[in-house]
């Protein structure tokens, strides 16, 4: 139970200690070049040493020398790194989920899970380090060969977001690093203890494996410091998770100096019930995705598409969960909503409500602060019944509101559920295949994960994760998305012992 101040601040220490960070990483809260603090006080735990500007440049250049020997180590021979990293994850599993709660407000199921998501991304690269497959490709000419050949892409830059510390760091890291990439991280500088924790356990690895030294570097500090990230042309790839106004900075920056983006940002996921749904697995799914993490995922579930003939119904039940949610310290394994990040995303939350009601909306439940004895910020999960899907429905509140909108027939359903600029996650509750097979089709969800009897939360790391329109069209993790950090060449060789040109062109002097 984590009732105190005094109380995060051992904890804190504990796991920072255990996973082997300095404490010369750490000062008195506003001496350092920023504060690790936590949600479920408000208050800061310690100062953080960042970097400053001048050093910034020097860990992206160490990072590129490290490149220079990484790349040529063989692919199985880096996948021992992340073999290595994955086991030290394993083992350090609790201390790096205290420090995801300690600063996210997580609760204990759900950062044990980012953790092991971390883990997961371990195994699945270790894999890929055997198979990063180019192809051959049939010549139009004799004694040629024709192929395809992958080979690293240099610095990636990662730039992650607070929501998910740890998990969104590893998807890009573990892939990159058998790829023969090096790495330089800028987290969110609301999460600089996670960055520590898992910084040390992978200098850990890339000591006891005996990769190159500077093949992993993390920058702490403001978005000034993820700004020069972006800008340096020794990173050709950037990825970033974040807020899609975020994404509209970065990728136009990126671009100006013809590098690549790998850009994962906002969503404004929804559901479709239709009357044939299971609504006991429905309800159930559909409260995890509209609460878990408080509502601060970037695939949360954030629209409710229901059918006129069983609305009022789902109404009814989706609140009495609601308000059945316990509330409370995070620690404690019987509680299922922890706070939100901080005060601001409550200021945002009671905007979005009342623009909701200015619209017309009807809050039906929720949306006030809950009491739980903590000086955090707890809100009730908000149902929102809304006429119509204009306006504040339009938009991303990174807090828990899920708006109720009611169709009458499928084609009205698709039409909602695709009426917005966001495309990350969608999932449909039925038993009617043709309506399944509809929603996954070309003219079903214009989403980059879409889901059948499968709420729009909780992506496995087998499948690429990311989305379309303004999720900006990233993928990360599994499925091919290794290809992202790689570059490609077009490669001939030529073995007839005679100069033929392609097309049948004639060019002799």
């Not at 479920?40 to 250049?61: D, K, M, N, S, Y």
């Not at 494996?209 to 500077?214: E, F, I, L, M, W």
């Amino acid at each position: 139970m984590m009732k105190t101040q005094a109380d995060l601040i051992a904890r804190a220490r504990g796991a920072l200690a255990a996973l082997g960070v300095s404490p010369d990483r750490f000062t008195p809260p506003g001496a350092g070049t920023l504060d690790a603090r936590s949600p479920l006080t408000g208050a800061a735990l310690f100062g953080v040493r960042g970097h400053p500007r001048e050093q910034v440049e020097a860990e992206i250049a160490q990072a590129q020398e490290a490149f220079r020997q990484w790349r040529m180590t063989p692919a199985p021979v880096r996948g021992r790194l992340v073999k290595r990293l994955g086991e030290l994850i394993a083992e350090h599993k609790q201390h790096l989920a205290d420090l995801i709660t300690i600063e996210v407000g997580k609760i204990t199921s759900e950062a044990l899970g980012e953790v092991q998501e971390m883990s997961d991304v371990c195994d699945l690269a270790v894999g890929l380090s055997r198979q990063l497959f180019g192809r051959t490709m049939p010549s139009e000419r004799v004694g040629h060969r024709l192929q395809e050949v992958w080979h690293p892409l240099g610095v990636v830059g990662v730039i992650s977001a607070f929501n998910f510390p740890v998990a969104v760091w590893s998807w890009n890291t573990a892939i990159a690093l058998v790829c023969g990439d090096a790495v330089v991280w800028k987290p969110s500088e609301l999460t600089p203890l996670c960055a520590l924790g898992c910084t040390a356990l992978l200098e850990r690895a890339v000591v006891e494996t005996g990769a190159p030294a500077g093949v992993h570097r993390v920058l702490l500090g403001g978005p000034e410091v993820g700004e020069q990230l972006v800008d340096s042309p020794m990173v050709p790839l950037i990825s970033a998770t974040g807020s899609t106004r975020m994404g509209r900075r970065v990728g136009p920056r990126v671009a100006a100096r013809l590098g690549r983006s790998l850009l994962e940002l906002g969503g404004n996921n929804a559901v479709v019930l239709t009357p044939s749904a299971d609504l006991g697995q429905a309800i159930d799914a559909i409260v995890f995705a509209a609460a878990g993490t408080a509502g601060q995922r970037c695939t949360s579930l954030r629209r409710l598409i229901v059918h006129e003939s069983i609305v009022e119904e789902v109404v009814a039940r989706v609140s009495a969960a609601f308000d059945r949610l316990p509330a409370g310290d995070p620690f404690d394994r019987a509680t299922l909503l922890g706070p939100l990040i901080h005060e601001r995303a409550h200021t945002a939350m009671q905007a979005a409500l009342s623009a909701a009601r200015a619209q017309g909306g009807q809050v039906l439940c929720g949306g006030d602060r809950i009491e739980t004895g903590m000086p955090g910020v707890w809100v009730r999960p908000a149902l929102v019944r809304v006429p119509e899907q204009t306006g504040i429905v339009l938009e991303e509140t990174f807090a828990p509101i899920l708006y109720v909108l009611s169709y009458r027939d499928f084609e009205q359903a698709l039409a909602l559920h695709n009426g917005v600029t966001q495309g990350l996650s969608a999932g449909i509750f039925t038993r009617d295949l043709a309506e399944a097979e509809r929603f996954l089709g070309p003219d079903g969800a214009d989403t980059g994960i879409a889901n059948v009897n499968v709420a729009t939360s909780g992506a496995e790391i087998g499948g690429a994760f990311g989305g379309e329109k303004d999720t900006g069209g990233g993928r990360e993790a599994g499925s091919d998305a290794w290809r992202a950090y790689l570059r490609r060449s077009t490669a001939t060789i030529n073995h007839s012992g005679a100069v033929q040109l392609a097309q049948g062109v004639h060019f002799s002097g």
